[in-house]
């Protein structure tokens, strides 16, 4: 009988020391993934500023969109980059504004309307932020296909607003539309 208790003991123990050998594992092999995402997260974001930048330079743009048009599964989030280069030689508070402007179907591109709220998707408007005479800024505009339908196409206006002289800042730039493509 004790020669038993000694053996079920020792099986206990053993299988204590494996579940938490295995359980550190677990806990290493995860913290591995969300470091290995966050570094790629990093380095998109790097060429994403880096390419805002050069884009920013090279055209004399005052307002950079670089990519406009995005396909994404329903409720799924994703963040455009919008960039901002001061040219009125003088300081002045920016607004990034976002609205809604319609939706079509991806097919046929003929109009169509949402029976969802398109608030929830965006925020509206960013800002006010100051930029002095050629500094520029990275905007980030979230979009979260909450609600959203398949086959549909959602088109967003984007307008850059200032606080000076309403011919130079009201729209700054051209305004720029996001397209998002909502698949299953």
Same mark, same amino acid.
């Given at each position: 009988?004790?020669?038993?208790?000694?053996?079920?003991?020792?099986?206990?123990?053993?299988?204590?020391?494996?579940?938490?050998?295995?359980?550190?594992?677990?806990?290493?092999?995860?913290? +591995?993934?969300? /470091?290995?995402?966050? %570094?790629?997260?990093?380095?998109?974001? !790097?060429?994403?500023? @880096?390419? $805002?930048?050069?884009?920013?330079?090279?055209?004399?743009?005052?307002?950079?969109?670089?990519?406009?048009?995005?396909?994404?599964?329903?409720?799924?989030?994703?963040?455009?980059?919008?960039?901002?280069?001061?040219?009125?030689?003088?300081?002045?508070?920016?607004?990034?504004?976002?609205?809604?402007? +319609?939706?079509? /179907?991806?097919?046929? %591109?003929?109009?169509?309307?949402?029976? !969802?709220?398109?608030? @929830?998707? $965006?925020?509206?408007?960013?800002?006010?932020?100051?930029?002095?005479?050629?500094?520029?800024?990275?905007?980030?505009?979230?979009?979260?296909?909450?609600?959203?339908?398949?086959?549909?196409?959602?088109?967003?206006?984007?307008?850059?607003?200032?606080?000076?002289?309403?011919?130079?800042?009201?729209? +700054?730039?051209?305004?720029?539309?996001?397209?998002?493509?909502?698949?299953?």
């Amino acid at each position: 009988m004790k020669k038993k208790a000694i053996t079920l003991s020792i099986n206990l123990i053993t299988i204590f020391i494996i579940s938490i050998v295995v359980f550190a594992l677990g806990i290493f092999a995860v913290r +591995y993934f969300i /470091t290995s995402a966050r %570094e790629l997260e990093e380095e998109v974001s !790097i060429s994403v500023e @880096r390419q $805002i930048n050069q884009l920013l330079v090279s055209s004399n743009e005052k307002v950079v969109l670089p990519e406009f048009r995005k396909t994404l599964h329903q409720g799924q989030r994703y963040s455009f980059a919008l960039g901002i280069k001061n040219y009125l030689e003088q300081t002045a508070d920016f607004n990034v504004n976002m609205r809604f402007s +319609y939706a079509m /179907t991806t097919k046929d %591109e003929s109009l169509y309307s949402p029976n !969802i709220d398109m608030s @929830r998707w $965006i925020f509206e408007s960013q800002g006010p932020f100051r930029l002095g005479d050629n500094e520029k800024k990275i905007i980030s505009m979230p979009v979260h296909t909450i609600g959203s339908e398949p086959g549909i196409t959602y088109v967003f206006e984007v307008e850059v607003r200032c606080n000076k002289n309403i011919e130079l800042c009201n729209p +700054y730039g051209y305004k720029q539309k996001i397209f998002v493509d909502v698949i299953k």
